[in-house]
């Protein structure tokens, strides 16, 4: 009889063990990410320590389409957050970031009221072409599901730039779902 309780709690913490890993592979296919870019110019002779804003035109988010490639729905997405913003500068090509002080970028819908998703404070003279902002963790799965949004970028500048800069804003959501309601 002992025997027979033994290979009974064997065989349940088998299937504990097999479906704790068999959901976490699960979680993983419905587990992606969304990439959307952008392109914004900065214009030239904007005041100096002055806030300037700029709205990106709508972007489409073919959230739709995304999803049904991985086998979910709007109504299925447990989160959405930004992992990853990051502006180059596309033209001049040969100028960087340093005449920037600070930047904020708030992501908005017709449904929804801005959100600041990302930003730099403080940046350096020498920055590059290439500026890494920091990111939010705010849930942003109610501004994904909707069929666009546009981004508002907020500049400070620490110097007055002579010509426009066209910049490219590069996003990069990740998606958490469920699979077909799993």
């Not at 546009?150 to 007055?160: A, F, G, N, P, W």
């Amino acid at each position: 009889m002992k025997a027979k309780k033994y290979s009974l709690k064997a065989a349940a913490l088998i299937l504990v063990i097999w479906f704790s890993f068999a959901c976490e592979g699960l979680d993983k296919l419905t587990q992606f990410h969304l990439n959307y870019n952008e392109t914004i110019t900065i214009p030239a002779v904007i005041g100096l320590n002055l806030p300037f804003n700029i709205l990106t035109p709508a972007i489409k988010t073919d959230t739709e389409e995304v999803l049904e490639l991985n086998d979910t729905h709007k109504n299925l997405i447990e989160e959405v957050n930004l992992v990853e913003l990051n502006l180059d500068i596309i033209d001049p090509s040969d100028s960087d970031f340093g005449f920037l002080k600070s930047i904020e970028i708030y992501i908005e819908s017709d449904n929804e009221a801005e959100v600041l998703i990302a930003w730099k404070d403080d940046i350096d003279n020498t920055i590059g072409s290439t500026l890494v902002l920091e990111v939010s963790d705010e849930d942003l799965t109610r501004f994904i599901i909707e069929d666009s949004f546009s981004l508002k970028v907020t500049t400070v500048t620490d110097e007055i730039p002579l010509t426009d800069h066209e910049i490219e804003i590069q996003s990069r959501f990740f998606v958490n779902a469920s699979i077909l309601g799993i």
